[in-house]
């Protein structure tokens, strides 16, 4: 009996909550009617004191462009008064066009360049030649060496009866292909009436050849060849006459002419020095 007591007493205090244990509530409209139309408050305009106009909306900031390769121009107008920059004074004439392609003009501007770029390579060719041939010659023997060097001659190529002329260390070098008759000529000679006494055979390693220095002993003259009154050399400088073995047999000429270390290592080939 207690506990259904205790059940309608729970059951009996639990009725005046009943409202608020409900998922959903009701509402009933009232029945009673307005007495009068409901009334509409318009809104008043606030008039503003702020006048928008260009110079306030506009940024005050600096003037940007943006540009590069492949990018549009931007211009960022900062205010209405500033010009977009030109560029034109420094533009090609040929790309000012504004209907005509880059792409288009490319070969005519590019033949400046092209010719711009030879000039610079044909005067770089020229400077690295010039350093070439300064370093090659700085390289060379000098002139001391050249003076020591020695000289090879075809005997081959000089005809018999002929003297033909080299140049040795600096100075001339005779080199005679005697026939012989002139061979039997200078061996006859008496050596005591010569003014430097020297017998054929001592002034040639090869009787068919003649190899003296054609400078005249007395002042430094380069004599003729063929010339003179013995068919040998004539120096036309002070009169010194030389036979076909190079010794002086006239004029004022004190020495014979000189004959420089020589041999023959092969047949037809001459080495001289």
């Known amino acids: 009996m207690e ?13 005046s909550l009943a409202w608020a244990l409900k ?26 004191d702020i006048l928008l106009d260009s110079a306030t909306v506009l940024s005050n900031g600096n003037l940007k462009v943006s540009s590069g ?11 209405t008064d ?15 066009n504004p209907n005509v392609r880059s792409k288009d003009t490319a070969a005519g501007r590019n033949s400046f360049v092209y010719m711009v ?20 010659t700085s390289l060379a023997p000098s ?4 003076n020591m060097a020695k000289i090879e001659i075809k005997t081959t190529d000089i005809p018999e009866g002929a003297s033909m002329t080299f140049k040795w260390r600096g100075k001339p070098l005779f080199v005679r292909h005697r026939t012989d008759s002139e061979i039997a000529t ?11 006494p020297q017998t054929d055979d001592e002034r040639v ?7 003296v220095i054609g400078v005249c002993t007395h002042l430094g003259c380069v004599p003729i060849a063929n010339a003179g009154d013995f068919g040998g050399y004539y120096c036309p400088c002070h009169g010194s006459h030389y036979d076909a073995s190079g010794r002086v047999r006239k004029g004022p000429a004190p020495t014979n002419l000189e004959v420089p270390e020589y041999s023959f290592p092969e047949p037809g080939l001459l080495v001289v020095g």
């Open 3 to 15: 506990y259904i007591g205790d059940m309608i007493s729970v059951a009996g205090r639990s009725a």
């Open 23 to 48: 998922s959903s509530s009701q509402a009933v409209a009232s029945g009673v009617k307005g007495i009068g139309p409901s009334t509409i408050v318009p809104k008043k305009a606030v008039p503003s």
């Open 69 to 79: 390769i492949g990018v549009g121009t931007q211009v960022r107008y900062a205010h």
């Open 82 to 96: 500033v010009e977009v920059p030109d560029f034109s004074a420094v533009r090609k004439k040929i790309t000012k």
């Open 117 to 136: 770029s030879l000039g610079n390579l044909v005067c770089g060719t020229y400077v690295a030649k010039t350093v070439v041939t300064d370093l090659v």
């Open 143 to 146: 002139a001391a060496a050249l």
């Open 186 to 196: 200078e061996r006859a000679v008496d050596v005591s009436s010569l003014r430097d």
């Open 205 to 211: 390693n090869d009787p068919k050849f003649l190899v």
